[in-house]
């Protein structure tokens, strides 16, 4: 248990707070556009390491019928506890979708791999590639639907095209369906760009941290959003896995990955589409830090 936890803190938590605090301080220091650099990241480098990641992974679309189902229900669960929370807690309007994103949207794929590897070992990478790309799906359609500041539905909908995102893991998964062939030059340009999507949205959320403001109300919020992301979760996860006859590595690794902190993206979308960031930005901290050890105790305890 011991080792999960600081194999988690040395290759998960000190590298990304490490280029958070760059991120702090060069913001406090200059100033920078965070919404450009957003842009940039959303439209240029994300887009590149979905695609690239997909294909390098080679994961057909009937493979995915199992993690897709448990995506679906898991989510839409934890949509719906967002939403019944945020309205027990008094969120306000300005913060009721920041709420629900923090608690249903999961870092799925760059926090809770090294300690999968590490506890499992090599054959648990296939389940943990199903994981990631079923839970990414929502990331790249309902969080950006959400985050939207349109008034209608179409104009929400219109905002999720204009991230390409989803385009980017359609596109893959036709390829690896069809078994299409992806020139190597195509996949050495979105593996260049794709590497910097990662860090560079650790960073942006470093300069959103220099930005936070932070009332009374909105920490009670922040720690109801973590408990929500890190205790209640796994607990959720567990028996529609049950239900779904999901079993050993399978059930383990994707118990593991839905107990992960809250993702990224939504905050990229807040800055996208003039959202306020401050919710998001702290439950990511907050959920980050604390994520060794409540992983580490989703391990001991269920796994």
């Known amino acids: 248990m011991w080792m999960g936890f600081i194999t988690t803190i040395e290759q998960s938590i000190v590298p990304m707070f490490l280029i958070i605090a760059c991120g702090f301080f060069y913001q406090r220091r200059k ?28 994961i ?28 027990v807690l008094r969120s306000g309007e300005e913060n009721r979708i920041p709420f629900i994103l923090s608690v249903s949207m999961i870092n799925i794929g760059n926090f809770g791999v090294p300690l999968i590897h590490f506890t499992y070992g090599a054959d648990a990478s296939y389940y943990a590639i199903l994981t990631f790309i079923a839970f990414n799906l929502p990331l790249t359609t309902v969080a950006i639907y959400l985050s939207s500041g349109e008034s209608s539905r179409l104009g929400a909908f219109k905002d999720m095209l204009r ?25 050495k340009v979105t593996s260049y760009l794709g590497q910097a999507a990662f860090p560079v949205f650790i960073f942006i959320l470093g300069m959103q941290v220099a930005n936070i403001k932070l009332s009374r109300s909105m920490i009670r919020l922040v720690a ?11 607990v959720i996860a567990i028996p ?16 593991i990955q839905t107990s992960c902190p809250s993702a990224l993206l939504p905050l990229m979308y807040a800055i996208r589409f003039n959202r306020p960031t401050s919710l998001l930005a702290a439950t990511i901290l907050t959920s980050t830090l604390l994520a060794s050890a ?10």
């Open 31 to 58: 100033k920078g556009s965070i919404k450009e650099i957003t842009d940039l990241t959303l439209l240029v480098l994300a887009p590149m390491t979905v695609f690239n990641k997909l294909v390098q992974h080679n």
């Open 60 to 87: 057909a679309l009937p493979e995915l019928g199992d993690h897709l189902l448990f995506m679906l229900l898991l989510t839409g669960a934890m949509v719906v506890i967002g939403w019944i929370g945020a309205i």
């Open 163 to 187: 991230i390409p995102l989803f385009h980017a893991a359609v596109l893959a998964l036709v390829v690896t369906t069809f078994s299409i062939p992806v020139p190597a030059i195509a996949m």
């Open 224 to 234: 109801a959003a973590v408990i929500i992301r890190l205790v209640l979760s796994p």
């Open 240 to 255: 529609i896995m049950d239900m779904l006859h999901f079993e050993g590595i399978e059930r383990n690794v994707a118990l």
């Open 294 to 303: 409540s992983l580490t105790a989703v391990i001991t305890i269920f796994g």
